[in-house]
């Protein structure tokens, strides 16, 4: 059973496109977030959500918007795609307490065409 | 405000010598330090992880890591490199105040030669 889920794995779309990528955890952790990483592997946190409460936005385009339904899942959706989003975005969680470890998804990778 | 310096972007070695990887970090308190693990298409994995305590953390696969805080560093170390070890490796620091928001090194790519 998977802890960190991402859906879909592979998403190849034309510019313009809005496009969503869902994650679920079944860790029980409060702490989730989406990460991006770039061609050349560089991460780069882009929101963390707490306990359905947004709690981290690091100057990412109105473009781009998260969505916590519940605190198992945080999804992002992404309106008029670039070429630029291309990318693979990392769902992961945080790990209870104060030890920060971080268990991420395997990860979804987006091709903007 | 926190940082984290990778130095070398590309490490080879070949199969059963010495694997290390640099990692120097800034922090104006007290930080935490992880090393992450990513092979390739997956996510990223903790390998090992220093909070308190001994500065000498010993995680997965028989890799190590030493807190030294009068360098501020956090190298990682294996004694002998093994192919399965090729990935990409991570540090990250996290304030101890508040252990939510990582910062990420750039990646270090480990190259093992048969």
Redesign the interface.
């Known amino acids: 059973d998977t802890a ?1 889920s991402q859906t879909p794995k592979y998403l190849v779309t034309q510019m313009g496109n809005d496009k969503s990528i869902k994650c679920e955890q079944n860790l029980g952790h409060d ?1 989730m977030y989406w990460y991006k990483q770039d061609s ?4 780069k ?1 882009m929101f ?1 959500y ?1 306990n359905k409460e947004l ?2 936005n690091e100057t990412v385009p109105n473009r781009f918007s998260p969505k916590s339904p519940d605190k198992a899942h945080l999804n992002l959706h992404i309106n008029s795609l670039e070429l630029g989003d291309s990318a693979v975005y ?1 769902c ?1 969680t ?1 790990s209870g ?11 979804s990778r987006l091709t903007v065409l | 405000a926190q940082s984290v310096t990778q130095l070398g972007s590309h490490v080879s070695v070949s199969e059963g010598a010495l694997v290390l990887l640099r990692c120097n970090y800034s922090s104006s308190v007290p930080p935490y330090l992880f090393w992450y693990v990513q092979y390739p298409n997956q996510g990223l994995q903790l390998l090992l992880k220093y909070t308190t305590g001994a500065t000498l953390v010993k995680g997965i696969n028989g890799f190590e890591a030493e807190f030294k805080k009068s360098e501020t560093s956090f190298h990682l170390t294996k004694p002998s490199a093994h192919m399965s070890y090729a990935a990409e490796y991570f540090c990250a620091v996290t304030r101890n105040t508040n252990a939510g928001k990582s910062t990420f090194g750039d990646g270090t790519t480990l190259t093992v030669k048969p």
Do not use: D, M, P
Request: hydrophobic content about 50%; cysteine-free.
């Open positions: 960190v702490t050349k592997k560089f991460l946190i963390s707490n709690i981290i990392f992961a945080l307490g104060r030890t920060g470890e971080l268990f991420f998804g395997e990860g």
